[in-house]
Protein backbone atom coordinates (compact mmCIF):
# COMPACT_ATOMS: atom_id res chain seq x y z
CA UNK A 1 0.00 0.00 0.00
CA UNK A 2 1.49 3.37 -1.09
CA UNK A 3 -0.56 5.46 0.92
CA UNK A 4 0.61 8.33 3.61
CA UNK A 5 -2.12 9.15 5.39
CA UNK A 6 -1.89 12.96 6.79
CA UNK A 7 -4.02 14.94 9.29
CA UNK A 8 -5.09 16.79 10.22
CA UNK A 9 -6.40 18.56 6.84
CA UNK A 10 -6.15 22.12 8.68
CA UNK A 11 -5.19 24.01 11.90
CA UNK A 12 -5.51 27.04 13.70
CA UNK A 13 -2.82 27.63 16.06
CA UNK A 14 -1.96 30.76 18.11
CA UNK A 15 1.30 32.24 17.67
CA UNK A 16 3.89 30.79 19.83
CA UNK A 17 1.67 27.48 20.56
CA UNK A 18 2.68 23.92 19.10
CA UNK A 19 1.45 22.83 15.65
CA UNK A 20 1.40 18.86 15.42
CA UNK A 21 1.03 17.52 12.19
CA UNK A 22 1.13 13.16 12.06
CA UNK A 23 1.49 11.34 9.37
CA UNK A 24 1.19 7.31 9.13
CA UNK A 25 1.73 4.81 6.23
CA UNK A 26 1.80 1.04 5.69
CA UNK A 27 4.64 0.26 3.52
CA UNK A 28 7.42 -0.96 5.57
CA UNK A 29 9.65 -0.21 2.49
CA UNK A 30 9.40 3.22 2.84
CA UNK A 31 12.95 3.85 3.93
CA UNK A 32 13.19 8.01 4.17
CA UNK A 33 10.52 10.92 5.41
CA UNK A 34 10.42 14.38 4.61
CA UNK A 35 8.33 16.87 5.12
CA UNK A 36 7.97 20.07 2.59
CA UNK A 37 6.30 23.26 3.01
CA UNK A 38 4.46 25.38 0.44
CA UNK A 39 3.16 28.95 0.46
CA UNK A 40 0.83 30.14 -1.77
CA UNK A 41 1.68 30.10 -5.41
CA UNK A 42 4.75 28.46 -5.04
CA UNK A 43 6.00 24.98 -5.17
CA UNK A 44 6.77 22.18 -2.48
CA UNK A 45 10.00 22.93 -0.61
CA UNK A 46 11.88 20.81 1.90
CA UNK A 47 11.66 21.77 5.37
CA UNK A 48 13.03 18.92 7.44
CA UNK A 49 13.53 15.24 6.90
CA UNK A 50 14.18 11.71 8.94
CA UNK A 51 15.38 8.00 8.18
CA UNK A 52 13.73 5.03 10.20
CA UNK A 53 16.85 4.38 12.11
CA UNK A 54 16.35 7.46 13.95
CA UNK A 55 13.47 8.22 16.31
CA UNK A 56 13.92 11.87 16.55
CA UNK A 57 15.15 14.87 14.48
CA UNK A 58 15.38 18.65 14.63
CA UNK A 59 16.35 21.53 13.18
CA UNK A 60 15.50 24.73 14.52
CA UNK A 61 11.74 25.34 15.98
CA UNK A 62 10.83 22.13 13.53
CA UNK A 63 11.40 18.48 14.91
CA UNK A 64 10.20 15.16 13.48
CA UNK A 65 9.15 12.44 15.67
CA UNK A 66 9.52 8.90 14.06
CA UNK A 67 7.74 5.84 15.71
CA UNK A 68 8.76 2.97 13.46
CA UNK A 69 7.46 -0.03 14.97
CA UNK A 70 3.75 2.43 15.26
CA UNK A 71 4.43 3.45 11.62
CA UNK A 72 3.41 6.91 12.29
CA UNK A 73 5.65 10.46 11.71
CA UNK A 74 5.00 14.07 12.99
CA UNK A 75 6.32 17.51 12.85
CA UNK A 76 6.23 19.70 15.73
CA UNK A 77 6.55 23.36 15.00
CA UNK A 78 7.38 24.86 18.44
CA UNK A 79 6.88 28.47 19.17
CA UNK A 80 4.47 28.71 16.08
CA UNK A 81 5.27 31.81 13.92
CA UNK A 82 2.31 34.01 11.10
CA UNK A 83 5.61 33.32 9.13
CA UNK A 84 5.13 29.65 9.49
CA UNK A 85 1.40 29.58 8.07
CA UNK A 86 1.82 27.65 5.07
CA UNK A 87 0.30 23.86 3.41
CA UNK A 88 2.62 20.89 4.35
CA UNK A 89 3.44 17.64 3.39
CA UNK A 90 4.59 14.82 4.71
CA UNK A 91 6.28 12.42 2.47
CA UNK A 92 7.99 9.07 2.06
CA UNK A 93 10.48 7.55 -0.29
CA UNK A 94 9.83 4.43 -2.30
CA UNK A 95 12.25 2.44 -4.78
CA UNK A 96 10.79 3.02 -8.70
CA UNK A 97 12.57 1.21 -11.56
CA UNK A 98 16.00 2.01 -13.08
CA UNK A 99 16.72 1.82 -9.54
CA UNK A 100 15.31 5.13 -9.61
CA UNK A 101 13.53 6.04 -6.30
CA UNK A 102 10.26 8.37 -6.19
CA UNK A 103 8.08 10.50 -3.16
CA UNK A 104 4.59 10.02 -2.24
CA UNK A 105 2.93 12.39 -0.36
CA UNK A 106 0.20 12.94 2.04
CA UNK A 107 -2.61 15.23 0.95
CA UNK A 108 -1.00 18.17 3.06
CA UNK A 109 -2.16 20.19 6.02
CA UNK A 110 -3.03 23.78 6.30
CA UNK A 111 -1.43 26.07 9.23
CA UNK A 112 -2.48 29.24 9.85
CA UNK A 113 -0.66 31.14 12.94
CA UNK A 114 -2.77 33.25 14.28
CA UNK A 115 -0.73 36.46 15.46
CA UNK B 1 20.30 26.98 -6.73
CA UNK B 2 18.98 24.53 -9.06
CA UNK B 3 17.10 26.18 -12.26
CA UNK B 4 13.74 24.95 -12.96
CA UNK B 5 11.55 26.28 -15.51
CA UNK B 6 8.06 25.37 -16.28
CA UNK B 7 6.12 26.93 -19.02
CA UNK B 8 3.73 27.97 -19.34
CA UNK B 9 2.22 29.44 -16.21
CA UNK B 10 -1.32 29.51 -17.23
CA UNK B 11 -3.30 27.87 -19.53
CA UNK B 12 -6.41 27.39 -20.38
CA UNK B 13 -7.68 25.18 -23.19
CA UNK B 14 -10.95 23.18 -24.57
CA UNK B 15 -12.03 19.68 -23.57
CA UNK B 16 -10.37 17.18 -26.31
CA UNK B 17 -7.64 19.49 -27.21
CA UNK B 18 -3.84 18.19 -27.02
CA UNK B 19 -1.85 20.40 -24.10
CA UNK B 20 2.32 20.04 -23.44
CA UNK B 21 4.01 21.47 -20.54
CA UNK B 22 7.44 21.96 -20.67
CA UNK B 23 10.27 21.87 -17.73
CA UNK B 24 13.39 23.01 -18.36
CA UNK B 25 16.51 22.51 -16.23
CA UNK B 26 20.07 24.39 -15.83
CA UNK B 27 21.93 21.07 -14.26
CA UNK B 28 21.74 18.26 -16.13
CA UNK B 29 19.90 16.65 -13.09
CA UNK B 30 19.32 13.07 -13.98
CA UNK B 31 16.12 12.57 -12.35
CA UNK B 32 12.84 14.53 -12.89
CA UNK B 33 9.39 14.35 -11.73
CA UNK B 34 5.62 15.33 -12.58
CA UNK B 35 3.48 16.07 -10.38
CA UNK B 36 0.14 16.95 -10.51
CA UNK B 37 -1.83 19.30 -7.17
CA UNK B 38 -5.45 18.90 -6.36
CA UNK B 39 -7.40 20.31 -3.31
CA UNK B 40 -7.96 17.24 -1.10
CA UNK B 41 -5.60 15.20 -3.35
CA UNK B 42 -2.19 16.56 -1.96
CA UNK B 43 0.77 16.12 -4.60
CA UNK B 44 0.04 13.01 -6.54
CA UNK B 45 3.23 11.69 -8.98
CA UNK B 46 2.12 11.01 -12.79
CA UNK B 47 5.19 10.10 -14.90
CA UNK B 48 9.17 10.52 -13.98
CA UNK B 49 12.18 10.13 -15.68
CA UNK B 50 15.55 8.65 -14.66
CA UNK B 51 17.72 9.79 -17.60
CA UNK B 52 17.12 10.72 -21.25
CA UNK B 53 14.72 8.44 -22.80
CA UNK B 54 13.95 6.70 -19.43
CA UNK B 55 10.57 7.21 -18.22
CA UNK B 56 8.29 5.31 -15.93
CA UNK B 57 4.43 5.89 -14.65
CA UNK B 58 3.15 7.50 -10.89
CA UNK B 59 0.23 6.99 -9.14
CA UNK B 60 -2.05 9.40 -11.79
CA UNK B 61 -0.32 8.26 -15.44
CA UNK B 62 -3.26 7.72 -17.69
CA UNK B 63 -4.11 10.30 -19.89
CA UNK B 64 -0.66 11.86 -20.16
CA UNK B 65 2.13 10.92 -21.96
CA UNK B 66 6.16 12.29 -20.93
CA UNK B 67 8.69 12.52 -23.05
CA UNK B 68 12.35 13.43 -22.55
CA UNK B 69 14.97 13.72 -25.42
CA UNK B 70 17.83 15.79 -23.39
CA UNK B 71 18.88 15.73 -20.03
CA UNK B 72 17.43 19.60 -19.10
CA UNK B 73 13.91 19.16 -20.64
CA UNK B 74 10.81 16.73 -18.99
CA UNK B 75 8.23 17.20 -21.38
CA UNK B 76 4.54 16.45 -19.85
CA UNK B 77 1.37 15.76 -22.40
CA UNK B 78 -2.14 15.84 -22.39
CA UNK B 79 -3.10 13.85 -25.25
CA UNK B 80 -6.65 14.65 -24.96
CA UNK B 81 -7.51 17.35 -22.49
CA UNK B 82 -11.04 16.45 -19.81
CA UNK B 83 -12.18 18.87 -17.05
CA UNK B 84 -10.55 16.33 -14.65
CA UNK B 85 -6.96 17.33 -15.54
CA UNK B 86 -7.83 20.83 -14.68
CA UNK B 87 -5.17 21.43 -12.39
CA UNK B 88 -1.56 23.02 -10.76
CA UNK B 89 1.10 21.27 -12.51
CA UNK B 90 4.65 20.72 -10.90
CA UNK B 91 8.27 19.69 -12.20
CA UNK B 92 10.93 18.44 -9.92
CA UNK B 93 14.03 17.41 -10.11
CA UNK B 94 16.02 15.86 -7.38
CA UNK B 95 19.12 17.65 -6.18
CA UNK B 96 20.96 15.26 -4.81
CA UNK B 97 23.63 12.46 -7.06
CA UNK B 98 22.96 9.31 -7.18
CA UNK B 99 19.56 6.73 -7.04
CA UNK B 100 17.77 9.24 -4.40
CA UNK B 101 14.84 11.07 -4.72
CA UNK B 102 14.99 12.77 -1.33
CA UNK B 103 15.60 16.30 -2.07
CA UNK B 104 12.99 17.16 -4.38
CA UNK B 105 13.10 21.24 -5.90
CA UNK B 106 9.96 22.29 -7.75
CA UNK B 107 9.54 24.58 -10.15
CA UNK B 108 6.88 27.04 -9.33
CA UNK B 109 4.24 25.11 -10.78
CA UNK B 110 1.76 25.94 -14.19
CA UNK B 111 -1.65 26.65 -13.84
CA UNK B 112 -3.92 24.26 -16.16
CA UNK B 113 -7.43 24.95 -16.62
CA UNK B 114 -9.76 22.86 -19.08
CA UNK B 115 -12.97 24.12 -20.41
Known amino acids: QQQVKQSPQSLIVQKGGISIINCAYENTAFDYFPWYQQFPGKGPALLIAIRPDVSEKKEGRFTISFNKSAKQFSLHIMDSQPGDSATYFC??????????????FGKGTKLTVNP | DAGITQSPRHKVTETGTPVTLRCHQTENHRYMYWYRQDPGHGLRLIHY???????DKGEVSDGYSVSRSKTEDFLLTLESATSSQTSVYFC??????????????FGSGTQLSVL
Open chain 2, 92 to 105: AISLTSGFTGEKLF
Open chain 1, 91 to 104: AARVRGQGGSEKLV
Open chain 2, 49 to 55: SYGVKDT
